[in-house]
């Protein structure tokens, strides 16, 4: 299957800095991306879905302030928590859709940000 | 209507026994099933999937049963072996927009 890649893997910062997650399709050109969050035991969360070139449309709830994405190209999108705080320590996953693909949802391999 | 209702929340069968997940779901819309392995720490994989036009799906020591007028389907895992163990999430989705998950299965498979 198709390969997305997520980068760091782990990340720990201090309160009020801001941390930059990427995603990146390694061998398809995706045309959606979702961002989500998954808290122990639960299930996913989606935060936001970002389409190539165009502005994120993000979950209820979800300040778009904080949590920024932009998807410049068919391969990369990035989540920025912008002056993280300890409850936005987390799990964050993305995943793609590959452009035309039936159907089949691809995730990266997921980021646990730790805010001390 | 957008929610998939998940069961049991938790699961555990020896080693060889068959393991089942069941899912609910709403939305007639919904156009495509998939179900996700996840190990700890890792993103989610995709396991197996179906469409509503076909009632059963195997691969491997994977089914999905699908009944459609139930609105209903189930993962089976024939033959459980300790590296099962994982969270399995189902999902329903509308393609290519959207996804909805459900609340997961953590399963234990004992030697």
């Known amino acids: 299957g198709a390969v997305v890649s997520q980068h760091p893997s782990w990340v720990i910062c201090k309160s009020g800095t801001s941390v930059k997650i990427e995603c990146r399709s390694l061998d398809f050109q995706a045309t959606t991306m979702f961002w989500y969050r998954q808290f122990p035991k639960q299930s996913l969360m989606l935060m936001a879905t970002s389409n190539e070139g165009s502005k994120a449309t993000y979950e209820q709830g979800v300040e778009k302030d904080k949590f920024l994405i932009n998807h410049a190209s068919l391969t990369l999108s990035t989540l920025t928590v912008t002056s993280a705080h300890p409850e936005d320590s987390s799990f964050y996953i993305c995943?793609?859709?590959?452009?035309?693909?039936?159907?089949?949802?691809?995730f990266g391999e997921g980021s646990r940000l730790t805010v001390l | 209507q957008q929610q998939v209702k998940q069961s049991p929340q938790s699961l555990i069968v020896q080693k060889g026994g068959i393991s089942i997940i069941n899912c609910a779901y709403e939305n007639t819309a919904f156009d495509y099933f998939p179900w996700y392995q996840q190990f700890p720490g890792k993103g989610p994989a995709l396991l197996i999937a179906i469409r509503p036009d076909v009632s059963e799906k195997k691969e491997g020591r994977f089914t999905i049963s699908f009944n459609k007028s139930a609105k209903q389907f189930s993962l089976h895992i024939m033959d459980s072996q300790p590296g099962d163990s994982a969270t399995y999430f189902c999902?329903?989705?509308?393609?290519?927009?959207?996804?909805?998950f459900g609340q997961g299965t953590e399963l234990s498979v004992k030697p």
């Open positions: 999902a329903a989705s509308i393609v290519p927009t959207r996804w909805v």
């Open positions: 995943s793609a859709i590959e452009g035309g693909s039936t159907g089949e949802l691809f």
